[in-house]
């Protein structure tokens, strides 16, 4: 069951991690997309599209590294039931030449009734994280004086951390973008 749990944490972990950071890279079209979606009101799209990506990246980087998994895990069930209603909207509207703006390893795709599905298998997992309390090279695990040692935490800490640099460094030309990005939201040059 902890293997299975550690996979779990590995596969949501990086596709959020991934989405975030293809969502700061291209903040200026993740905006474009929150608002085709037309849920929120066009003063709060910027703001919301800002702190999604916050969200997502803080919280699969929890997951990733295995600290507070079930409050991390719970925030990003938030997410994807919000996002699974918001597109759910837009396909009753008839919206289906739009991205669904998920981004990251998965991509983007045109709305479809198969994106919905999808977010129920991820909200399937989610479920599976907060509820199982076993979590093997976690922080979680050094905090409740889990039989896993130190040095395997650290040994899985440090090639988590070694795939979130291959990442972030293939995506590093747009990390300057984003430093200018969160200046522009804040009102600051």
């Not at 800002?50 to 938030?78: M, P």
């Not at 998965?106 to 994106?115: A, K, T, V, Y």
Request: net charge positive.
């Amino acid at each position: 069951m902890e293997l299975i749990s550690l996979s779990c944490r590995i596969i949501i972990g990086l596709i959020f991690f991934s989405s975030a950071i293809s969502k700061f890279s291209n903040m200026i079209e993740h905006i474009v997309v929150v608002r085709k979606y037309q849920i929120l009101p066009p003063k709060a799209v910027k703001y919301f599209a800002y702190l999604d990506a916050t969200i997502e990246l803080i919280a699969s980087l929890l997951i990733l590294f295995g600290y507070r998994i079930e409050l991390a895990s719970l925030v990003i069930l938030a997410l994807v039931i919000v996002y699974t209603i918001a597109i759910i909207v837009n396909l009753i509207r008839g919206n289906r030449n739009m991205s669904c703006g998920c981004g990251g390893i998965i991509g983007d795709h045109n709305l479809s009734w198969l994106l919905p599905i999808r977010n129920i298998l991820i909200c399937s997992i989610m479920v599976f994280l907060m509820n199982y309390n076993g979590h093997i090279f976690s922080i979680d695990s050094l905090r409740s004086n889990s039989v896993y040692s130190l040095d395997s935490v650290y040994v899985f800490s440090t090639i988590v951390s070694s795939v979130l640099v291959i990442i972030v460094y293939s995506n590093l030309s747009s990390l300057v973008y984003i430093s200018n990005s969160f200046k522009e939201i804040l009102g600051k040059e």
